[in-house]
């Protein structure tokens, strides 16, 4: 029962991911005022060069915005669709820990959208200064990312 509690109150593994969260539901909120409207949305832990797919069900009619921003750990995140063969139909250039994507579907059909985090600074700065990770002690140094499917 309180494992159960644990998971629908948002514990410690839920905290780790609030930055990317809150940073990408900013991002919602300010586009609401566009007209945009939420279809998904969803954080996560990331390690450099790892990538995150999430298959969706999307609307030729619809356009659609990808949206994901990372943690101050995040330097480059990229977003990338893929149709359901696997190719490449759009990808967002890096340029920096947000990124936005504008996406309209050729077809109506499922897609893969991908998240990449391209770069990660190692030596994040805790109270004003580089705090050195123990990459032994600790593991790989991970990035909070937030993700969020919106349309119009």
């Given at each position: ?6 998971l ?31 279809r ?5 832990q ?9 298959l ?6 619809i ?29 967002s ?7 936005e ?38 593991g790989p140094?991970?990035?909070?990312v937030?993700?969020?499917?919106i349309?119009?």
């Open positions: 029962m309180l494992i159960l509690m644990t629908l109150l948002g514990g410690p593994a839920d905290a780790a991911r609030t930055e990317g969260r809150a940073c990408v539901n900013n991002q919602v909120t300010d586009h609401y005022m566009d007209g945009w409207r939420l998904t949305a969803d954080s996560f990331m390690v450099d060069d790892d990538t995150r797919y999430f969706v069900t999307l609307a030729s009619t356009e659609y915005k990808v949206l994901a921003c990372g943690d101050d750990t995040s330097q480059q995140i990229q977003i990338v669709v893929y149709n359901d063969s696997g190719r490449v139909l759009e990808s250039e890096p340029d920096g820990r947000q990124a994507m504008v996406f309209r579907p050729p077809k109506s059909s499922s897609y893969f959208v991908g998240v990449k985090v391209i770069d990660m600074d190692q030596e994040p700065e805790v109270d004003g200064r580089k705090e050195k990770r123990q990459r032994k002690k600790e140094t991970t990035t909070s937030g993700l969020a499917l349309y119009r």
